[in-house]
């Protein structure tokens, strides 16, 4: 079954605390990138990777970092969390940006306090 | 600014009516898909459509598309409960970052 699985789907952390949202896919796609939604503000992209080692800013990339060194993995990672950081993240991949369907994770969501 | 606008923003209809979300965007575009989220879920890919398409079926969904006026709307019919989600449109632009651009989304409650 084709799949986009990011863990943890919940987490309360603490200002300053590292973390790092997984990702991963099942489909040998080479586009992935990760969202956040927020109310009233839609989704916006964070990063994304148009393939192995290539990765670029999305709308909104300050306090986050990504890699890329395998195909079907996309860390999204937090190096130093702040509130206002909280939001419901979500990873998506496709085959490439050529019109084609993406596909969601499931969502992580993701509280700092 | 978002390049696709949801309009209404909020949509709320009795059971077997006809449901219909518009969606506006700025600038010129490859394609244009429609999404469906379930309250707190990841989103479904529903329907694609192609600028040089003018409208597209699927099941109990058409999708229209007017790029000389940027917009697009898509029609449930036969609306059930289950159908109750939020919807969103997304924008291929044809210059620009390699990515499909949001709307906020239309949040569609189907009253039984």
């Known amino acids: 079954e084709a799949q986009v699985t990011q863990n943890p789907r919940y987490l309360i952390t603490v200002t300053g605390k590292k973390l790092t949202v997984t990702c991963s896919q099942n489909?040998?796609?080479?586009?992935m990138s990760w969202y956040r939604q927020d109310p009233g503000l839609g989704l916006r992209q964070i990063y994304y990777?148009?393939?192995?080692?290539?990765?670029d800013k999305g709308d909104v990339p300050e306090g986050y970092k990504v890699s890329r060194k395998e195909k079907r993995n996309f860390p999204l990672i937090l190096e130093s969390p702040s509130p206002n950081q909280t939001s419901l993240y979500f990873c998506?991949?496709?085959?490439?940006?050529?019109?084609?369907?993406?596909?969601f994770g499931e969502g992580s969501w993701l509280t700092v306090v | 600014s978002q390049q696709g606008e949801e309009d209404p923003q909020a949509l709320s209809i009795q059971e077997g009516e006809n449901a219909t979300m518009n969606c506006s965007y700025k600038?010129?575009?490859?394609?244009l898909q429609w999404y469906r989220q379930n309250s707190g879920r990841g989103l479904v890919h529903l329907i694609l459509?192609?600028?040089?398409?003018r409208e597209k079926h699927s099941g109990r969904l058409r999708v229209t598309l007017d790029t000389s006026k940027k917009s697009s709307s898509l029609l449930i019919t036969a609306s059930r409960a289950a159908d109750t989600a939020s919807y969103f449109c997304?924008?291929?632009?044809?210059?620009?970052?390699?990515?499909?651009?949001f709307g906020q989304g239309t949040r569609l409650t189907i009253n039984p």
């Open positions: 998506a991949s496709s085959r490439d940006t050529s019109g084609n369907t993406i596909y």
């Open positions: 489909m040998n796609h080479e586009y």
């Open positions: 600038t010129s575009i490859n394609n």
């Open positions: 990777s148009m393939n192995v080692e290539v990765t």
């Open positions: 459509i192609r600028s040089n398409e």
């Open positions: 997304a924008t291929d632009p044809i210059q620009g970052a390699q990515k499909l651009v």
